[in-house]
């Protein structure tokens, strides 16, 4: 009885079994193929995170910050294009938007409220990582408005902080503008931003 169970189990479906061997071969083989895309985009992506992080951020130590071009239009509007230059003498990234704070004549911090995006001016380029070479730098665009000098709410600046992304301390320059509310549109920074005049 065993024999003819044994028998009977090797004789009729040996071309099945065969072929579902070498379904089991192509499936073994497809799935080495997946894992080792999957180490490929894996170790691609474990370089890009080296070379990210092989590059410091800039701090604000590590910049220069200044005043590009002034914008004017109507309905009260005002702004300007802020840079911040890599002066470290090494490479440093950026990625974001800058903080941005007032101050009044003795540098005490004045209520201020900063929005990230769109501004008046200029269409946010949304954030990128911007790696800066010493010597090159990366700008934003501030705005805000001011209804008249002395206006209920309105915001008597004489300085503007500017923190660049990821640092804790920030850069101080000379802003003497009324800010309504003191409220201040910033675009993240790019390389270059158009600007509408």
């Known amino acids: 009885m065993n024999e003819q169970q044994n028998t009977t189990g090797q ?3 040996a071309k099945p079994r065969h ?3 070498r379904r089991f071969g192509r499936t073994v083989i497809g799935l080495a193929a997946v894992a080792g895309l999957g180490l490929a985009a894996w170790a691609t992506t474990a370089n890009a995170a080296t070379t990210t992080r092989a590059t410091p951020t800039c701090s604000a130590a590590a910049l220069k910050a200044g005043f590009g071009r002034g914008l ?3 309905m009260n509007h005002q702004g300007v294009v802020i840079t911040l230059r890599n002066l470290s003498g090494r490479t440093c990234a950026l990625r974001g938007y ?3 704070g007032l101050e009044n004549s003795a540098h005490k911090k004045l209520t201020a409220h900063t929005h990230w ?3 008046w001016y200029a269409h946010n380029p949304g954030k990128k990582t911007l790696v800066l070479k010493d010597g090159q730098s990366a700008e934003a ?3 805000w408005t001011h209804a008249n000098t002395g206006t209920s709410g309105a915001v008597r600046a004489s300085f503007l902080e500017i923190t660049p992304p990821g640092a804790t301390q920030h850069k101080t320059l000379a802003f003497p503008q009324w800010v309504d509310h003191g409220d201040l549109s910033v ?3 790019a390389r270059h931003i158009d600007v509408t005049p």
């Open 98 to 100: 800058p903080g941005l």
């Open 187 to 189: 675009t993240a920074l």
């Open 141 to 143: 665009v501030v705005a």
């Open 72 to 74: 004017a239009g109507g």
């Open 19 to 21: 072929r579902a061997e």
């Open 11 to 13: 004789a009729g479906p």
């Open 117 to 119: 995006g769109n501004t």
